[in-house]
């Protein structure tokens, strides 16, 4: 999993957010939209938003009609990067694909499980708080909550949420103040290009979150 072929996205070590952007609208024809960034200030990295105890320093839209702005264009895409070179990397939900996302540890423990079962996997992003997005079909979230309880666990139970329309994703080279970039844990490929349904991968997502909560994690 996660092996990268030959002119397809990867290769994001140093690259810049605006060849990246380029990349997702051309190549996955996903939507993209530029959101803050981090600006140095007396030697320390701050948000563009302005707002001290922001949460995800460089990692959230830019304004409240971000989704207006999202474009899936690659002409377009390397417009608005021009002319705000450092802005994140945004993918809109519930266009292209929906995300499932979870913790970290559960994520992990999933991959494992979903390889072993050589199931079929989206792409995934790790970001720095430690959270992990899988990458479905759109209509996932209208339908996870029930799928959830026909497989026996109930959905307030589990840290198990999905990105759908009106969410995002941020994706890599984006960084999350001084904690890090998002990174892929598994890359976009021409072999994942077609994503899963959310219920051929939600049963060991839900168990690995499940034993998140048995473990206290």
Known sequence: MGVTTAGQIPQQRGEQPLDTAVRYAEERHWDV?????????????????????????????????????????????????AEQPRASVLLPTGRAFDAIDVPETAGFLALARMERMELALGPVTRSPDRRMQFFVLPGAAAKVPDLLRAIGWLP??????????????????????????VQWACRPTPANRWLPDAEDVLSPLAYACGRDVGSGV
């Open 33 to 81: 939209v530029p959101g803050v960034w981090l600006e140095v200030v007396a030697g320390t990295e701050h948000c563009s938003c302005g707002a001290s105890a922001c949460p995800a320093p460089g990692a959230h839209p830019a304004h409240a009609e971000w989704g207006t702005q999202a474009t899936g264009s690659a002409t377009v895409a390397r417009k608005l990067w």
């Open 156 to 181: 307030a139970r589990l840290d198990l949420t999905v990105l759908g329309e009106g969410d995002f994703v941020a994706a890599p080279p984006t960084r999350f103040g001084a904690a890090g970039a």
